[in-house]
């Protein structure tokens, strides 16, 4: 019943209540097993089918003349008939059931030590659980044979509903701290914040507990990148959307807080509002999802900044790795710049410290490519974090010459860009390194430049032969239109006048309108092939895909696209000085087909090329040095 890569493996409680649950439990359990021996569970086949397929009336009838049956085990899975009723999400013979069988029948359990309500935790029924808990909530506190009460299994299985419903109703301090640990940790897990910061008002020492794993929440929090702004990964409209909604701390609920009762700084919030109150009503689904993306993101900086500054309060020396520093490291690789910017403000020494490697904070953002991260903490401790080198003796720049990693690498569409996007980090650490680093031997003898090429013999192989393959599919296309064109120029529409040799249609505009894009798409086809050639011929340098190489590719590509539309025009103008005086009803439709070439470019093309473009001429993905 139970998914073991789910369930945690919990240590057992130790309070008074939960203990005398677990006593009676392996009494029940016992009592089980030599029941299972000598019962013939095909007697219940009957009650069983009828509890699966909801027949109510089968089910009273079996009872009736079977009462005993009631508080029987029914198979030898284990378990009452209320027990299956509930699994098999049968609400109307729950209801009945729970109106008969008796109290202590409910605890009893399968073989994997669940009850009826661990059942409806398993299956995501808030509304029968909350069924059975108002009937006998001492199931609350009884734990599976994994040491899960209903709660922190619903936490495990992400059933935030089953947890919205339960969790008022848990006798929290009933619990010992372990349980609240480790709930505590499930429910950052599920992204259940609002519940985790009353858990955690409720036991503040919960913020430097570790749970059942060993694990302190802080971790867990480093671990949810997506839970805050920095990885959200809003597009723009998104973005403005995003600025315009006002949340707090007290919207329990999707909903927008009212005005009443507005303070000074309020009020100055007012015109949001107004503005978000508009867009809730023009894009309901839309702007509902970017408002609970917001509240997750004020909720989660909440349950940061008060984790942060419990563990600096309680921590100490031998829990500082563990507790501070491991999250933190974590974090950077998940790119989590809030998480960072919280920790760094709370304790500034702390981008100094280094992990087992002796690398410090900076290093090990270089290392992971995470830009905004490096941006940051290029501030007041630049000097002292930059001219560190780690236990083999590699500098900043020896972090920056190392390969990416692949989750980093496939931001990025292609290897040549790829290969671009190594050269351009390569080259900001080197404009910011100390002079004496570029030349710096590790202790493996390499200088920063030799390692960068020993690490990116592979994707320099690669994004040569994807920019080859590009070039050459692009050449043929090319090369076609201008074996196309150049016939057009001297095959005019209409022929020549047998007289004076002149084109028929020579005074009409439409024909000024043919040969002017004839002229156009041959010169830039023409432009388009040379800029290929030069692609396919160069040297593959590394130097070459930072600048040189996309830039040929830029041109290439934006001249073919002008190449396709030109043509399409010249062949557009051709139809209508041919068909204007006869046919005009036809040129139409046709005219509109010629859009579709060009427009499968854009949809296919043009996408690439406007990130080949920003990532060359654009402004860069690092930003300014904050203070």
Request: proline residues 5%; contains cysteine.
């Amino acid at each position: 019943m139970e998914d073991p890569q789910d369930v945690p493996n919990v240590t057992p409680q130790t309070n008074q209540p939960t203990s005398d649950h677990q006593m009676e439990s392996g009494d029940v359990g016992s009592r089980m097993e030599e029941g299972r021996r000598e019962t013939d569970y095909r007697r219940y086949l009957p009650l069983l089918r009828a509890l699966r397929d909801g027949d109510m009336e089968t089910t009273k009838t079996f009872l009736d003349s079977h009462p005993e049956a009631m508080s029987a085990v029914i198979s030898e899975l284990g378990g009452t008939p209320i027990f299956y009723a509930v699994l098999y999400r049968r609400v109307k013979i729950v209801e009945l059931l729970l109106q008969l069988t008796p109290m202590n029948a409910l605890e009893i359990c399968d073989v994997d030590g669940l009850t009826p309500l661990h059942a409806a935790v398993w299956n995501g029924s808030a509304e029968i659980a909350k069924l059975i808990v108002e009937r006998y909530s001492t199931l609350l506190l009884i734990p599976t044979k994994s040491d899960q009460i209903p709660l922190l299994m619903a936490a495990n299985y992400s059933f935030k509903a089953v947890v919205h419903c339960l969790y008022p109703m848990t006798p929290i301090g009933q619990l010992d701290q372990q349980h609240h640990a480790a709930i505590l940790s499930a429910l950052i897990y599920d992204g259940n914040y609002e519940i985790a910061l009353d858990l955690l008002k409720c036991d503040r020492q919960l913020a430097y507990t570790r749970d059942n794993h060993g694990i302190y929440p802080l971790i867990v929090l480093s671990l949810k990148p997506s839970t805050f702004q920095s990885g959200s990964g809003l597009v723009l409209w998104q973005r403005w959307i995003y600025k315009c909604i006002h949340t707090s701390l007290m919207d329990t609920s999707l909903r927008v807080p009212d005005s009443q009762g507005e303070g000074p700084q309020e009020s100055l919030n007012f015109m949001w509002r107004k503005l978000w109150k508009l867009l809730k009503h023009l894009a309901a689904s839309s702007v509902k999802h970017i408002y609970e993306e917001k509240l997750k993101h004020v909720q989660a900086l909440q349950l940061l900044r008060i984790l942060t500054r419990e563990a600096i309060d309680q921590c100490d020396v031998f829990q500082f790795t563990d507790m501070l520093l491991r999250p933190l490291y974590q974090a950077v690789q998940n790119g989590i710049v809030e998480f960072v910017l919280e920790i760094s403000r709370s304790y500034p020494l702390l981008i100094l410290k280094q992990d087992g490697g002796s690398r410090n904070l900076l290093h090990f953002a270089i290392s992971q490519r995470q830009e905004k991260i490096y941006s940051m903490l290029l501030g007041a401790e630049k000097n002292l974090a930059a001219v560190n080198v780690d236990a083999f003796g590699n500098s900043i720049l020896h972090h920056a010459a190392t390969l990416a990693p692949s989750s980093q690498l496939e931001r990025v569409s292609g290897a040549a860009l790829q290969m671009q996007r190594e050269l351009q980090w390569f080259k900001e650490v080197q404009d910011v390194a100390l002079p004496w680093v570029v030349n710096h031997n590790n202790k493996n003898g390499r200088t920063p430049q030799q390692l960068f090429t020993d690490e990116h013999k592979k994707l320099l192989q690669d994004g040569e032969q994807w920019m080859k393959g590009v070039a050459t599919s692009c050449t043929v296309v090319a090369a076609l239109i201008v074996t196309i064109m150049f016939a057009a120029t001297f095959t005019v529409p209409g022929g020549n006048n047998e007289d004076s040799g002149l084109p028929k249609f020579l005074h009409k505009n439409s024909f000024m309108v043919f040969i002017i894009s004839d002229a156009l798409s041959l010169f830039s086809s023409t432009t388009s092939v040379l800029m290929f050639l030069g692609i396919l011929t160069s040297r593959y340098r590394e130097q070459d895909f930072l600048i040189s190489l996309p830039r040929k590719l830029i041109i290439g590509l934006s001249t073919l696209f002008f190449t396709i539309a030109s043509m399409m025009v010249t062949f557009s103008s051709a139809i209508v000085i041919t068909l204007t005086e006869q046919l005009t009803w036809v040129s139409i439709p046709l005219i509109l087909c010629a859009s579709i070439p060009v427009s499968t470019f854009v949809f296919l093309q043009f996408p690439l090329l406007v990130e080949i473009f920003i990532s060359t001429f654009g402004p860069g993905i690092f930003d300014k040095p904050k203070k």
